[in-house]
């Protein structure tokens, strides 16, 4: 049988058509001949790591694994160390890159997994040099000379503009600028002006590193005064940083000297700053996730003043023009019934004060160079030669990962051209700044790692031992619910590209999944009999449809049914016996309604009496009993889903699913409500809480609102926890991960 070997495989992968070379930064790969060059010249390289970099370039920015790697330069009857001479060839493949393990720009160690290529990739066709007849060439040479004369005053005409519109092809070298651990992620991230420092903070405090040196300074500040670095001023010696005053407060932006001198406010309620280019203004964000407002103040705080008003969205990323007469920024909205955001790029003008959309999930598509599932993502860059830096998410099943991306724009602000992607690495872009010139940019990239973990209740039913990590994946588990014998929890989990769902018995190590399929799977829940679960399943990804279904499948085993199709859906829950009752909720932008529903026919109706109406309605979480009488329900009013600042009384609001009957209890704690579930025996509710100085805490909420604290954690994320039917464990969503500075330099 013919085995295609890696060459022929990187050029089938990639696309031949005459492909001859491939092309990163300033290397190019020779496939025909089997050479890696630089700037031209051939770059020593032996076989087997050229064999691993043409695998490498034929999929960028995937992970080829080490076992498919094995397969393909090792085959089964080669007997051989394979650990160590994979280390090896890649050890000599990144010494021909200049390359390194620690700080990588186009070969990176996926833990446990393998190897992705970073780099953007190019290939070059090679043009057809099919030999040309003498007749012919006499045919055309008095043609030519007629026209030579013309042509010769045309060029002199237009060397003067050539010899100073030069075009250069453009490398874009790629840098990491910190190396925090994951218990130590960094919080914030600015450039100076002239590229010479980066000002970053993270859970240790506020420094200053020195970019091309690598020397990092801590800045002396008051103490408590935990800032995050925002915003550099034009002059390099100043900048704006935001910072929290008490748990319950919202961010305000501070003015820092590095050159001595306390800090000074400039703006209670104030985050995302950017200083215009001439040093004169400020933009901001201003409000909460609900009702959000762009500002412009002058450089020192003074004559603050509305610039854009929200429809009840989300802005993030001000940034001026290179002239400081617009403003470009990211707005988002949330779709009722949906569990993403949609977002878009507009352009204000100060002089009409209109706002001009530029780039959204519709302009997108219209793009062959993005992909219509991709969305954009905070953070952005107005560089002085009018180019718009700003950051997409990637295509599933890296809908997770997000990457930076370039445009040009005209002088009104329009796009020009085809965007280019500048980045292929893992993890969310965030927080974006550049030098004046526009030749570096910085900015953080970050990742969230969720998992299931399980800890145990003791015999009072509030004492919690130290949470266990059940998922040992690298993807996004999610706890719902957990088998009627208390014995294993059921997630959905992204492991397969798109959601499905998994059950995982507490004393295993690895989930068996249970549904499947293309379509996404999401919040599988507990009928009340305990025979079957209900679960929401979304489009495939990147898909967009009309419908959302309702499917159930038996515990026991089979094909899934689809019982109720929607247009919107957000959750569901069921009750246990004696109660018969499941409900769902379906919301607009200013109301949530819920319906009780059959799980095995899916005939549902509405049950108006327990409907609310506040706009926007997807601030609400909610929870049904287990004996199904009442409705719990909390309002986050935070800007993220871990920003709850604007909670001075959080509360929870009990409804009668019998006669509507409500009542509200003001919950004793320290910081806002993220979300609510039972307790198994219907007594309390398990609430996460977080403040704003950085500690994370689960507490059961008794149904006057007293609390008890039963975990805190200062370096992971709580989401929310799901109590076994027997009252002895929880299922918890933790979430760790990491952030750290990177830089791109554009020559």
């Given at each position: ?59 960028p ?6 076992e ?47 190897y ?106 008051p103490k ?9 001023y ?64 002058e450089?020192?705080?003074?004559k603050?003043?509305?610039?854009i ?90 809908q ?41 940019i ?22 919690l ?45 690895v ?37 959302i ?28 016996l ?21 799980p095995?026919?899916?005939?549902s ?9 506040d ?59 993220s ?15 977080y ?57």
């Amino acid at each position: 049988m013919y085995t295609m070997g890696y060459q022929e495989e990187a050029m089938a992968v990639i696309g031949d058509n005459g492909t001859r070379t491939i092309q990163f930064g300033v290397f190019e790969i020779d496939l025909r001949a089997g050479e890696l060059r630089r700037n031209g010249s051939k770059v020593k390289l032996q076989e087997q790591p050229f064999q691993i970099l043409t695998v490498l370039v034929a999929r960028p920015g995937e992970v080829v694994t080490r076992e498919e790697l094995q397969k393909k330069l090792w085959p089964a009857d080669t007997f051989v160390d394979f650990d160590h001479s994979l280390n090896a060839a890649i050890r000599r493949l990144r010494d021909a890159l200049g390359d390194s393990a620690e700080n990588p720009r186009f070969v990176e160690t996926v833990a446990r997994r393998g190897y992705r290529f970073l780099s953007s990739v190019n290939r070059v066709t090679a043009v057809s040099t099919a030999p040309v007849s003498s007749s012919a060439v006499s045919a055309k040479r008095w043609r030519i000379i007629a026209v030579a004369g013309v042509l010769l005053v045309g060029i002199a005409a237009a060397w003067w503009v050539i010899s100073r519109w030069r075009v250069h092809p453009v490398e874009i070298r790629q840098r990491r600028l910190t190396a925090n651990p994951e218990e130590d992620p960094v919080t914030g991230a600015t450039m100076s002006p002239d590229g010479k420092y980066v000002a970053f903070s993270d859970n240790t405090g506020f420094y200053l590193r020195q970019i091309d040196s690598g020397e990092t300074h801590p800045l002396s500040l008051p103490k408590g005064f935990n800032a995050v670095p925002a915003a550099w001023y034009p002059d390099g010696t100043h900048l704006i940083a935001s910072w929290v005053e008490g748990p319950k407060s919202p961010p305000s932006l501070w003015q820092i000297s590095l050159i001595g001198g306390a800090p000074r406010k400039l703006i209670e309620d104030g985050k995302f700053p950017s200083v215009s280019a001439d040093g004169s203004q400020i933009a901001f964000v201003r409000g909460p996730a609900t009702d959000q407002e762009i500002w412009a103040m002058e450089a020192d705080g003074q004559k603050p003043r509305r610039l854009i008003a929200g429809d009840k969205c989300m802005f993030s990323s001000p940034v001026w023009s290179p002239e400081g007469q617009r403003i470009a920024y990211v707005t988002g909205n949330y779709a009722p019934g949906h569990w993403q955001m949609s977002a878009s790029i507009k352009v204000f003008s100060l002089a009409t004060g209109r706002a001009e959309t530029i780039l959204s999930a519709t302009s997108i598509r219209g793009k062959e160079t993005i992909l219509s599932s991709m969305s954009i993502r905070p953070g952005l860059v107005w560089t002085t030669d009018n180019r718009l830096i700003y950051a997409v998410s990637e295509p599933p099943p890296n809908q997770n990962d997000s990457n930076v991306w370039s445009v040009g724009l005209d002088r009104s602000g329009h796009i020009t051209g085809t965007p280019s992607r500048l980045t292929v690495t893992s993890g969310d872009v965030a927080g974006m700044s550049a030098t004046e010139d526009g030749k570096r940019i910085a900015y953080t990239k970050h990742s969230l790692q969720p998992d299931v973990y399980v800890a145990e209740l003791n015999s009072r039913g509030k004492g919690l031992s130290t949470p266990r990590r059940l998922t040992l994946d690298e993807r996004n588990d999610y706890p719902f619910a957990w088998t009627p014998d208390s014995k294993a929890v059921l997630f959905a989990s992204d492991r397969d590209g798109s959601y499905h769902l998994f059950k995982q018995s507490i004393d295993q190590s690895v989930p068996e999944r249970f549904v499947g399929g293309e379509e996404q799977a999401m919040s599988p829940r507990l009928t009340p009999d305990q025979s079957a679960v209900v679960y929401v399943e979304w489009p495939k990804l990147g898909e967009t449809s009309a419908t959302i279904g309702l499917m159930r499948v038996s515990l026991a085993g089979g094909p899934p049914q689809n019982i109720l199709r929607l247009s919107e859906m957000g959750n569901v829950q069921c009750a246990r016996l004696p109660s018969t009752l499941c409900i769902y909720d379906v919301r607009t932008e200013s109301q949530m309604s819920f319906f009780r529903f059959d799980p095995a026919t899916g005939a549902s109706e509405e049950i108006p009496q327990v409907r609310i109406q506040d706009h926007p309605s997807y601030v609400y979480n909610w929870t049904l009993s287990p004996d199904g009488r009442t409705l719990a329900t909390a309002k986050r009013e935070g800007s993220t889903m871990w920003d709850y600042s604007a909670q001075d009384s959080p509360s929870i609001t009990f409804l009668s699913i019998a006669d509507g009957s409500r009542h509200t209890v003001i919950v004793q704690t320290w910081a806002g409500i993220s979300s609510i579930d039972w307790a198994a025996d219907g007594r309390s509710l398990w609430a996460p809480v977080y403040t704003n100085t950085g500690t994370w805490a689960l507490l059961n909420i008794d149904l006057q609102g007293r609390t008890t604290t039963v975990l805190e954690d200062t370096k992971m994320m709580i989401g929310w926890a799901i109590p076994a039917p027997d009252g002895k464990h929880l299922a918890l969503w933790k979430a760790g991960g990491s952030s750290n500075v990177w830089m791109l330099e554009r020559f």
